[in-house]
């Protein structure tokens, strides 16, 4: 288990207030649901590494018709979810398992600061699992750290290397973009946004359409 779990888990009944606390100061769940609401309706939406389910509570409430999907590797997948439950569900499995059962089954796809967790190598798997769940013209949205030379991003860098306790990599946004693109040639950079509170918050939204 990881230090910031631990810390979290010993605040008993206040640690969702902790969680969201600690996450607010690096990054803005609302204002990212806000755009992603923003992109039109949808009827499925799955997130790749949920986590303990903050991006698709903020989303239930914006997104009252659609059905969520949340997988993590970890045991405490989607537990301090609080939206709509009847519209929820939550599995501890990878993206390649579901992807094997749920190809074209979605119309949004969210990979947020899940990639710089991951072993380069197996990154493209991740990617290509995620554009094969997408329907046609459905979207996928990559939400990274992205390296930038500033205290912020330093902060970032040693709050995740040593709280979470994971060997990350960030790169830069033309990386990510091009690392998508060049493993689901079908995928086209179609907006990208920098969000609240600091610019190394970075969305690509990727349509997913015809081969070039």
Not at 66 to 89: E, N
Not at 143 to 168: A, H, M, N, Q, V
């Amino acid at each position: 288990m990881s230090i910031g779990i631990a810390v979290r888990r010993a605040a008993g009944p206040l640690e969702p207030k902790l969680a969201n606390l600690y996450r607010s100061f690096f990054f803005d769940v609302e204002d990212f649901a806000a755009r992603l609401a923003d992109l039109g309706l949808f009827q499925d939406v799955l997130e790749i590494g949920c986590g303990e389910g903050a991006v698709l509570t903020a989303l239930s409430g914006r997104m009252p018709q659609t059905r969520f999907v949340g997988i993590d590797t970890s045991a405490a997948c989607g537990r301090l979810y609080a939206g709509d439950s009847m519209r929820a569900q939550f599995h501890t499995q990878t993206a390649q398992s579901l992807a094997s059962t749920h190809r074209e089954s979605f119309d949004l796809v969210l990979i947020g600061d899940v990639l710089h967790h991951v072993p380069a190598a197996l990154q493209p798997r991740i990617i290509l699992a995620a554009a094969s769940m997408l329907r046609p013209a459905g979207r996928l949205v990559i939400k990274e750290w992205i390296r930038k030379p500033t205290p912020i991003y330093w902060l970032g860098y040693l709050s995740d290397r040593f709280i979470t306790g994971d060997r990350i990599q960030y790169f830069s946004r033309e990386q990510w973009i091009a690392d998508a693109t060049s493993c689901a040639p079908r995928l086209r950079l179609e907006r990208e946004w920098s969000l609240k509170p600091w610019a190394s918050n970075h969305a690509m939204v990727f349509a997913y359409g015809s081969r070039p």
